[in-house]
Structures are given as C-alpha cells and as structure tokens.
C-alpha cells in the first residue's frame, strides 16, 4: 500500500529510538548486544519478507546464506588477512551467485516442493560447513575473527549498534522504495495471481530470481556483521533450527508487511533471552508459538493487533 | 573383507535404510493422496516411534510384540491429535500456512522428545537375539531382516488397502476432487484422519525397527523426512511400489557413497539426489506426467 | 480494406485423450469486435489460453501481426500486444484498484531492482506517469472513485470492469475478453456493451467469448461459432442467428429439426 508518510514516520521513530537507548540503558553491553542481534536478525527477515511476503514464494534454507556472509567474512579475514570490506562483498557476491543458481531450477517449482527443495539446499550447505574443515574450521568453527575498525578506531558496543542499524535502516528504505514501484507490484501481482501476471507482461520467472537474490544478499549482509561482532562462529548457528527461526520472525510477525517482519525479529530475538533459564523447552516453546500464531493469528500478531485495535475503536 | 563381500555389506546397509526411507516416503504418499499437502513431521513419527518403544521396551522391560503395538498405538495417537487440532482447522488456508503448521508440528514434537528424551541417543536390543548372517564373505546382523521383512509387509498391506479395498480408494479420491468424493458418500473428514492415523502407524514401525541398528535421538527427523521425501518424489508421489524401488535406490547410494567416498558427506548424497529430482523431473521414475498435473503440487 | 491482426491455422488441442480443439483456422480483422460463441464445453476459454500462450497447441500456427506466436511464453505475447481478461476473475487481491491497473503499465516501463529502491528520479517520472495512466483507464471504465479500494472489495460488475481496466492499461492492440458479462445485470451488461464499442473506438480490436447472445448480437462485427472444438459457423450476427447447424447445436436436434 502506498503509506508513504506513516512509513517514514516510523523509520524515524525507530532511528530514534536506537539512537537514544545506548544512554538510557547506561551503555550496558548485554541490551546493546542484544538489539545488534535484533538488527542483524531484522536484516535477515526484511529479505524475506520480500521474497515470502510480497513475492509469496517460500524459503527454508535461508541459514546458509547467512552463513555464507558470515564464512565469507571469517575466512577471508582470518585465514587470507584481507580486509573486513572485501570479506562483505565477497559475502554478498557468493551469496548472490548461488541464490541465482540455485534459484533458477528451485523457483520453478510449486508450494511443497520449492519448500522441500530450499529446506535440502539448506542442509547440504550446512553439511558443507561442516566438512570443509580445512576453510571453515568445521564443527569447532572459526575464531579470531577481528572486530571491524574505523582506522584504528574499533567499533564496538554502540558504534556498532548505529552501523547495525543504520545499514538496517537503510535497507529498509531501499526496501520500502521497491514495494511501493512498478517492481514492487510485479512482485505481488506474481504472489496475487501469477496467471494475470503473466497475461498482463510480468515475467514472473524473473522477479523471482530477483527478489531471491536479493533476500540472499540482505541475509549475507547480516551474516557478515555477525562475524564480525562476536569474532567466533561455527556451523552450529547456521542450521536448519536457525533457517526455521527466520522463517518464525515473519510467519509470527506478520508476512502482510515488512514492518511484521521487522516486529518478528524483534520479538523471536528477546524470546530466547527468556528462555534461557529453561532450556528444555526451549524447542518446545517455538513449536508451541508457531502453532498457536498460525491457528489464532495466521497472518502475525502485528495484523492481529491491528484488527483487535480496529475492534475495539469500532466497538466503544 | 574382500571388495566382493564389502560391496555386499554397503548393499545390505543400503537395502536397511531403504526401507526405512521406503516407508517414510510411504507416510509422504498416504497424507498426500488423502490431503495433497506434504507433512513435514512425517520424519517425527519416525523419531517418536523409535523413542516410545525404548520407552516401553528398554524403560518398562515390556515384550516386544507388546511393546511394538503399542508405541503404534501412542504415535499413532499422536498423529490422530496433530489432525484435528492443526490441520483440520486450516483446511481453508493458504499454502504457506499449510506447510508452516506441518513445520510446527515437526517443531512441537522435536520440542516434546528433547523434554522428555533429552539429546541423547537411545538403543533398542534386538528383536532377536540370534547371531550374524555371514552370506557372501558378508557379517549382516539378524536385525537387518527384521526391517527387510517388515519393511515388506508393511508396504503389501498398504498396497493392498489402498487399491483393493473400499476405504482404500475412497482416500485417494479424496485428493483428486474432494468435492465429488463427499458427493458421493466419501467423508472426507475420515478419509484424511486416517491418512494421517496410517501415516503416523508406518512411521512408528520404521522407527521402532532401525532404532536397534542406528540408535534413535530427537532431531532425527528432518534428514529423515528429507530422505524419505526424496524417496516419494523419486517414486511418483502416488504408486506405493515405487516408493518402495526408491528408496532402497537412496539407501544404497547413501551406503555406497559413504563407504566409497566419504562417511561425512553420507547425508548430502541423499539430499542431492532429493535436489536433482525435484529440479528435474518432479514426476518422478514412476509417476506420470498427468497424475501430477492433476495434483495440487 | 483492414488487415488480418490475428490468424490461426490448422488449430488442434488434445489434452491426453481429450480432443478439446479440432481442426480450427480463423482470422480476426484488426479494429473490429469478434465473438466467439458455443455451448459450454465448446473449447472457447482454451481458445483464449491457446492464444495467449498459457498451454502450447498439439498442432497449429498462431499469426499476431505478421509474428509467429508459438512457443513464445505468456508474458513475451502480453509484450506483443495481446491482452485479456479472465472468465473467474483473476485480479491481484493483495492490491487495490488503483495498484492493479498500474500494473497493466508494467511492460511499458523499464525500472529495475535498483532504480526503484533507491527511487532515482527517473524513476519517480515514471511512477507519475503510471499512476496518471492508470487513473484514465479508470475514469475510462468509470472506477474512478473506487482507486484506493481493495480490488476484492467491490461488486462483482465492477470486479469485472476492473479487469478490463487493467487489460487495456497494457495498451493492447487486441483484447480478449472471457465471459464479461456472466454474472452481470441488465443494466451493467449495458455499461459494459458501450465500453466495449468504446473500446473499438480506441483502435484496439476484441474478440469476445460470451454466452450473452443480446451483447453479442447487438455488439459484434462478426461472430464465430465452436461445438466439440470445431468451427461449425462464421459470419455476421443475423447470419449466425438463422443458421440451423448453430441453432441445432444449442438446443438440441430436434428443435433444429422443427
């Protein structure tokens, strides 16, 4: 929809608010930590909410190219001592080229199918990770992954938080622009009914590449940044429990719009924090929300809050 | 060993996962003719079949006959509550959602094991205590025919229901037009809860019969399902024989590749071959270019 | 005096044993309004997707304007010149009126991935542009104040006008037109009669698939008439009207024969 005005207003509001939080929470590393997970995690979805939200297509294996980003930058700062810089775009070029051929033959398919398909490509780069200890430092992973630096000038705790976030921003501007242009109703159109689509010229096969591409490049972008922040990484994170919890951010927070993505990631990252005393359940406890949303709020809570607020305007 | 008889033992192991996958494409198939979605939990009823018949014969020392009918009947169970409380209700709902509440599901039960099981691997002893087979130069444990065998009858008895029984064809009917199945007296309702409740039965077996070969843990699942799945789709996703051919087809080229290439990348083999299937030829070996056209997927 | 804009030769459409088309060649003259008409089952929406490239012939050559159709996927004969509307409605649900007739203007626009998200001005002249567009052909269809409403919102009818709407926002040379009026009133199949000569006002030409024998009586240049996938009659309405093999093939033998 075309909102322009309340979505600026927004992006402000949450510039705000992460431009402030460092001061109101006393610097403490462990909330700063854990919004620069959130933005990491919110990068992540924004691409997905793309390809799953608007475009309608569907990804279980987005893990990997998280986790290309996040190797692309380990290996090539660690094991080659070149510049974080180069590690991101490689990252991104990687990531690029294999959602591209992958992509091709994997977006032809049709609902179950394409799901299936994404969720096996997602293990077999898992298992990858995993075996090319020779790169990746298989299951022990990769340490010593350096901090990124202005000159000499690390950037750590807050400064982080704003180049996080300030990237995150950015995409979703970058996002935002899409949604609202021809490019952005092609994609839905494709989603709405890609009979009509075609019939009135979109080249669905092409928009979906495209947008495939994209999210893969957004999720290398965080992958990257997660490298980076906490210096050790190994194939553990970027499993298909991970590729599932993605999937979780948008399904939870709503895939109508990027803000629900967004909320989602917000929500799915606090969530294990809470969880962490109860470690058992913590399985339990995402099965549990994710069937829950999907029986009583299938389209995320952020559109089920809004028709509950819509009730109750209505109602009084 | 000489080459000769270490080719046999990759074949026997290949034919033991087969089976295992041959029935879990088995459960793919029966849900998806019922119902035209695909239960991404289908790799948990195997898991939960493996675990419960530790349950009851490792924990509660009953006997195995005993036993096996009823961790059959627990998971089974299990399948029947995940019907009608997550999939019936969203019969009307978009794809996305479909395949994320079978996610859910998946998710729920692996949740639930790793409570109640914890992370750790279970064993199961034998169904027989009786020694090794040595054929060809070969060692097979006697495990091995256990799940050749029942692996067989499983996949007759479904065959048999599903196309010379009445309730049989009424499932499948229900996947090509459920319209004019319930036109014609079908309740569908029935026919999906016991797609789902046969689904759940065929992969309580597998599980309770590989767990003495391969132990059993909470997160089997998702390679399984995969595997399984790849076995479906390489097998037609409507013929039971031809799930059957492919997935001892997977196994042995798991078995192969891991004996001849690498133990490391034994999983990927499969998943590759799930891969090329479905960017192939979605039809699969077995299934026929209109059958699938007819489907929903 | 015009010329062929559509020519189809030796048609034939089998799906499995099913023989859907049989046999059928026609040529539709540019600028004029063509029905085809048949009872149900006859093969006319396969026609429709036949031409516009949604399944490929078992036999046949497709003629648009000199090129050859066949082979080419859905959206390159949209890009040629062809559009259509649906017999069950295929709007976009997850858009407004206004943003599914914007996207008719799609294959005359250019901005890609890049352009749009980091909305280069070129690109915002564009937007404009597409936006102004699509706001005629609503004022054209007479939707303008129904733009910013859900496209699944409104009224059958208009679901339908919308459709057309969106249709020729792609400025087609030729439009196919799928059963416009099933579902529509007396009144609204008026409105839609008129747009449809307005339409052929513009230059662009239609082909008609409708059961509707005033709309199409009272509308078409010439009318074709399909049984069974075959061509059983062509020529002008009050030709069709009188032809006993056409007659027959409605109602049934015996009310041929009385």
């Given at each position: ?181 021809r490019?952005?109703r092609a994609?839905?159109a ?6 009509a689509a075609g019939a009135m010229g979109v080249d ?113 | ?297 | 005096?015009?010329?062929?804009i559509l ?23 540019e600028g ?20 516009t ?11 648009f304007a000199?090129k ?6 859905t959206h390159e004969i949209a890009r040629l010149g062809i559009s259509r509307t ?12 206004l943003e599914n007739v914007m996207l008719g203007c799609h294959r005359h626009t250019r901005a ?14 564009e937007e404009k542009k597409i936006r102004e567009k699509a706001m005629e052909e609503l004022r054209f269809i ?19 006008l919308l459709e057309i709407a969106r249709a020729l926002a792609t400025q087609p040379r030729l439009l196919l037109l ?17 747009s449809i000569?307005r339409i052929r006002g513009r230059g662009i030409t239609v082909m ?51």
């Amino acid at each position: 929809m075309l909102m322009k005005r309340k979505d600026l207003s927004i992006i402000l509001i949450i510039a705000f608010v992460i431009g402030v939080f460092p001061w109101l929470t006393g610097k403490n590393e462990y909330f700063i930590s854990l919004l620069v997970f959130m933005g990491i995690n919110a990068m992540i979805t924004l691409g997905l909410s793309l390809l799953m939200g608007y475009a309608g297509q569907i990804s279980l294996g987005h893990a990997a190219f998280f986790g290309l980003g996040a190797y692309s930058s380990g290996i090539l700062t660690v094991q080659y001592g070149l510049s974080p810089v180069a590690g991101f775009v490689f990252g991104i070029l990687l990531s690029a080229a294999v959602a591209y051929l992958v992509g091709i033959p994997t977006l032809r398919l049709k609902g179950h199918y394409m799901a299936v398909a994404t969720l096996g490509f997602g293990e077999i780069v898992f298992i990858l990770f995993n075996e090319l200890s020779f790169l990746t430092g298989g299951p022990s992973g990769l340490s010593g992954i350096p901090a990124l630096a202005v000159g000499d000038l690390p950037l750590e705790g807050t400064a982080y938080l704003y180049l996080v976030w300030g990237l995150v921003l950015l995409l979703l501007l970058f996002s935002l622009n899409l949604i609202n242009s021809r490019v952005g109703r092609a994609l839905r159109a494709v989603h709405g009914s890609e009979l009509a689509a075609g019939a009135m010229g979109v080249d669905a096969s092409l928009y979906k590449i495209q947008v495939f591409v994209l999210s893969a490049v957004y999720a290398s972008m965080g992958g990257s940044l997660y490298a980076h922040f906490i210096s050790f990484i190994s194939p553990s994170s970027f499993s298909l429990m991970f590729s599932i919890l993605l999937l979780m951010m948008v399904v939870v927070g709503g895939t109508e719009t990027i803000w629900g993505a967004i909320l989602g990631a917000a929500v799915l990252t606090l969530l294990p924090e809470y969880l962490r005393g109860l470690e058992d359940f913590e399985v339990l406890a995402y099965g549990a929300i994710l069937m829950a949303v999907l029986l009583f709020m299938p389209k995320g809570i952020l559109e089920g809050f809004q028709r509950l607020w819509a009730r109750a305007q209505g109602g009084s | 060993m000489t080459f000769a008889s270490q080719m046999i033992q990759y074949l026997f192991t290949g034919l033991t996962l087969g089976s295992i996958y041959a029935l879990v494409a088995l459960g793919f198939t029966m849900i998806y003719n019922a119902t035209g979605i695909i239960n991404l939990a289908q790799g948990e009823f195997v898991m939960l079949g493996g675990l419960v018949m530790v349950f009851f014969a490792a924990v509660l020392k009953m006997p195995l006959y005993l036993g096996l009918l009823l961790t059959i009947l627990v998971v089974t169970l299990v399948g029947v509550i995940f019907e009608r409380l997550a999939i019936h209700p969203l019969k009307e709902a978009s794809l996305i959602t479909l395949i994320m509440i079978t996610l859910a599901g998946s998710i729920l039960f692996r949740g639930g094991a790793m409570f109640l099981w914890g992370k750790d691997p279970y064993a199961l002893p034998a169904f027989t205590q009786s020694r090794p087979v040595q054929f060809l130069g070969a060692t097979l444990q006697a495990q091995i025919f256990w799940v050749l065998g029942i692996t067989v009858f499983a996949v007759a008895g479904v065959h048999f229901f599903f196309n010379r029984t009445l309730i049989g064809k009424a499932i499948t009917a229900c996947a090509f037009n459920p319209l004019a199945a319930r036109l014609i007296g079908i309740n569908v309702r029935k026919m999906v809860l016991l797609s789902f409740a046969l689904s759940a039965a065929v992969g309580a077996v597998a599980g309770a019969i590989i767990t003495p070969i391969t132990l059993m843990e909470y997160d089997r699942g998702p390679l399984l399902a995969l595997k399984g799945f790849a076995a479906a789709v390489l097998g037609g996703l409507g013929s039971g024989i031809g799930s059957v051919l492919a997935g001892f087809i997977i196994g042995i080229l798991e078995s192969f590749g891991a004996g001849l290439i690498s133990s490391g990348y034994k999983d990927a083999i499969a998943l590759l071959v799930l891969l090329i299937i479905l960017w192939v030829k979605p039809t699969g070996i077995l299934g026929s270019e209109e059958e699938s056209g007819l489907k929903k997927f | 005096m015009s010329s062929e804009i559509l020519n189809i030769q030796g048609l034939e459409k089998y799906f499995g044993g099913l023989r859907a088309i049989d046999e059928l060649g026609f040529a539709v003259s540019e600028g004029q309004i063509k029905s085809v008409i048949g009872p149900n089952g006859a093969g006319k929406t396969t026609l429709f997707n036949l031409i516009t490239g949604v399944f490929p012939p078992t036999r046949g050559v497709f003629t648009f304007a000199g090129k050859v159709l066949n082979g080419l996927k859905t959206h390159e004969i949209a890009r040629l010149g062809i559009s259509r509307t649906f017999q069950n409605l295929e709007l976009f649900p997850n858009m407004n009126s206004l943003e599914n007739v914007m996207l008719g203007c799609h294959r005359h626009t250019r901005a890609g991935i890049f352009r749009a998200g980091l909305r280069l001005p070129g690109m915002r002249q564009e937007e404009k542009k597409i936006r102004e567009k699509a706001m005629e052909e609503l004022r054209f269809i007479g939707l303008e104040e129904k733009a910013l409403l859900g496209a699944k919102s409104l009224p059958l009818g208009e679901q339908k006008l919308l459709e057309i709407a969106r249709a020729l926002a792609t400025q087609p040379r030729l439009l196919l037109l799928d059963e416009p009026a099933a579902g529509l009133n007396i009144r609204e199949t008026e409105t839609l009669s008129e747009s449809i000569l307005r339409i052929r006002g513009r230059g662009i030409t239609v082909m008609l698939v409708e059961h509707d024998m005033s709309l199409v009586m009272g509308i078409s240049d010439e009318v074709l008439v399909l049984n069974y996938g075959k061509k059983i009659a062509e020529g002008q309405p009050r030709d069709i009207q009188r032809n006993p093999g056409v007659i027959a093939a409605y109602l049934g033998e015996e009310a041929g024969n009385a």
